[in-house]
């Protein structure tokens, strides 16, 4: 539901305003690429940021941002004049190299076949410094408790996978813990949390500088 999904955001919207002011000049201002955007829930909450000026949401099918979008918009109090909305295919983006300071999804690479092309296509288009931020991605934890299938969850790939992912495309990832929780869960998750079950924000920095590649050998199932 999109009030759930609201907390989802929340990890996103700070790394997204905490990078902001680490790596540019204060009075700089932001543009931001969202990958799979779906009914735009996550574009609507990045677009109330002040120093995102355009927000250009993508999708492999335009229908949910052109039936879904307007009605999300309107419930999350939008600045709609800050977004475009298009469809795309997030394999081979439609932009130009160094086009973005931000590109971000939500529960997308999990559920790609190829997340190596996806984040080549993502460092391709953003800037030298810019940050690509993923939420809401299945990470498998050390320990796996017994529970239901979850359906369309996607796949579920560990730390190290994602790192040999992210590697393959020049990134480097970090692994930032989100912990939505209140009370005394809001412990239990700070303590488990990448044990018993994993919930992080995947954020990546596209250099500044080109640097050389180094050799990474990815798993086969990556590539598939």
């Known amino acids: 539901m999109f009030p759930k999904k609201r907390l989802f955001a929340k990890p ?51 229908k949910r941002l052109k039936e879904d979008a307007p009605r999300v918009f309107k419930k999350a109090g939008a600045l709609e004049q800050k977004i475009t909305r298009m469809q795309g295919d997030l394999h081979k983006l439609d932009f130009p190299d160094r086009s973005f300071d931000f590109v971000v999804c939500a529960a997308v690479l999990g559920r790609i076949t190829n997340i190596v ?6 460092r391709r288009v953003l800037k030298p410094g810019g940050r690509f931020v993923s939420v809401r991605e299945p990470v498998k934890p050390i320990f796996k408790l017994r529970s239901a299938p979850q359906p369309g969850a996607g796949n579920l790939y560990s730390r190290d996978d994602y790192e040999r992912f992210f590697a393959a495309a020049g990134f480097e990832v970090e692994f930032k813990r989100v912990n939505l929780s209140a009370g005394m869960k809001y412990y239990f998750e700070k303590m488990f949390n990448g044990l018993t079950h994993a919930r992080y924000a995947l954020v ?21």
């Open 117 to 122: 092309s996806v984040l080549r296509e993502a």
């Open 204 to 224: 990546a920095r596209k250099a500044s500088r080109p640097s050389a590649k180094p050799e990474v050998k990815v798993a086969k199932k990556a590539l598939r």
């Open 12 to 62: 996103m919207l700070r790394h997204v305003q905490h990078a902001a002011v680490r790596l540019y000049r204060v009075d700089r201002r932001h543009r931001v690429l969202e990958l799979d955007a779906g009914s735009g829930w996550l574009s609507a909450e990045l677009s109330k940021l002040p120093r995102v000026v355009e927000v250009i949401a993508t999708d492999t099918s335009g």
